[in-house]
């Protein structure tokens, strides 16, 4: 910490300097100057943190260093020195940046507790433009996982603040042009039974998938290309918005299929490939990101290892009245999710959306056939153990036909609840799995930093789910359980006294060694060094 007196009277600066014990408040030199202008010069090479200034000098003032040196692009505080107790000079003084304004004599012991109140300013403001270039860079080191987060959240989410998706996009620094999207998903097939292979395999599959499309995308142009779920890839390309909309969609269809067959090609792995509709705006990009998923969700009536365009789709529905395409999707997101007490209800809504529609009981059937053809292949597509069996596909149309419309309804509910009771115990097991290896991961990583998403990644599920899972399987929050191990971790370390405190708190991460001791202190009821006494029987000065 450096220290600069200016005052036209040498004996000031000189028993400013021979007085204050600059050694106990931590001040590593101080220079003097006579004025302004030798304080300016002096500046250059002795860019000091603190200037204590008289007002009234000969050459140049102190309210005209002061202002000179504020075109510095260093902080400085200054404490401003005058006998003259008029309002005007304090007034100019203030608005320069004077924090104190001491009129002469000056009494040695109020001045210096005025400097250590200042010098204390200084440090705490050093600390937190250090905590903040810390952060800054911090940013930078996750800004690939930042920008898979944002690119997820952008797909999954509407929001309705198109400022708010802008500057998230400019400050993910993506490199697509947020506007006119086009909008491919990438399915794996057979993702379920590869899921259940070691997560090398799984990884390896993934990894495999997203290169070969990187490499594809060189033939289009500008895109970004992420997972937004675990066996979905999502590409986002730039189409040219002067070109026909027909001319760009054949464009992204060849494009497509162009990805889909050097996948196959290149790999014992197929895919079947998504298009939405043309995305004008970066606030859309939710129902892009749905039509698409529609698409794949629908591949019952397609063959897998192909490219399905959503507007497409519309042959395949039942013609004459509108299949109630909200309440399936409402449905099945019930199922999926494993939700059996919302199964009544979702049930309720689907024959609702029916019978306002008017269908006649064969399109009534015809509905039903439809909504058991989707969840069969959910169903298969999740692998779940005890789900619908192989033959379903071919004994529920005939089943359905010999129905009566009064039954219709508990034959559905009582599929739907069987399918979701299934779920259910499959996530159960799941989630306590997934949970396992949180716990695994933070034990193998704790003296490393450790991230939410960094975590959510190796398990393969989003960071805010994980968040919530955590905390539901554990009663405890994620950050909280890495808290917990660490300090179980410091307490063995503790019961060493060869390792300094200090070290402790360094080889976990904490380099703010008061924040160590708050939170130590929080859990604990003790200091790190209180603890250690409290172990050996010592008296710890370390800390």
Sequence with gaps: MNVMLVDDKESVVLGIRKHVPWGELGVDRVEIALDGVEALDKYASFPADLVITDIKMPNMNGIELMSRLQTEQRQIRFIVLSGYDEFDYAKQAISLGASEYVLKPVDIKELTTIIEKELSAIRKQLEMEEQRKQFQRKVQVSLPAMRQQYLTEMVLFRDHQPLRLQDKWNFAEIPVKPAHFGLLVF?????????????????????????????????????????????????????????????????????????????????????????????????????????????????????????????????YRLRGREYPMHAENELMSVVRRGQTELIPQAVDVFFTSLHSSECTPQETRLSCIQLAAVLYRQMLE????????????????????????????????????ASAQQVKL??????????????????????????????????????????????????????????????????????????????????????????????????????????????????????
């Excluded at 097939?189 to 259940?196: G, K, L, N």
């Excluded at 529920?396 to 599929?415: C, I, K, M, Q």
């Excluded at 939170?519 to 000065?541: A, E």
């Design 187 to 315: 399915s794996i097939d057979r993702f379920a039974e590869i899921s259940q292979q070691p997560v090398q395999e799984v990884e390896l599959t993934r990894f495999i998938v997203e290169n070969i499309i990187r490499d594809c995308l060189v033939s289009w142009g500008n895109g970004v290309a992420f997972y937004s779920e675990w066996g979905r890839h999502t590409l986002l390309v730039n189409y040219d918005p002067g070109k026909s909309e027909k001319e760009v969609k054949l464009q992204l269809l060849q494009f497509a299929e162009y990805c889909r067959t050097s996948i196959e090609q290149n790999s014992k792995i197929t895919v079947t490939v998504g298009q939405s509709s043309l995305c004008p705006e970066l606030k859309d990009l939710p129902d892009a990101y749905r039509q698409a998923c529609e698409a794949i969700e629908h591949m019952s009536f397609f063959d897998m290892n192909q490219v399905i365009h959503y507007e497409d789709l519309s042959r």
């Design 382 to 417: 999740m692998d779940i153990e005890g789900g619908l069996s192989d033959d379903f596909s071919r004994t529920w149309p005939g089943t359905f036909e010999d129905t009566s419309l009064a039954d219709l309804r508990s034959r559905v509910f009582e599929l739907c609840m």
């Design 426 to 543: 499959w996530i159960q097991n799941g989630t306590k799995n997934i949970t396992e290896q949180v716990k695994q991961y933070v034990e193998e990583h704790l003296l490393q930093t450790i991230t939410l998403p960094a975590v959510a990644d190796h398990v393969g599920v989003s960071p805010n789910y994980l968040s919530s899972l955590f905390k539901k399987e554990t009663g405890i929050t994620f950050v909280e359980f890495i808290t917990d191990r660490k300090l179980a971790q410091a307490k063995q370390w503790l019961a060493d006294p060869h390792i300094p405190i200090y070290e402790v708190a360094e080889r976990l991460r904490y380099h703010d060694r008061r924040y160590f001791r708050e939170i130590f202190k929080k859990k604990t009821g003790m200091t790190p060094s209180g603890y250690r006494d409290h172990l050996l029987g010592t008296v710890t000065l370390d800390e």
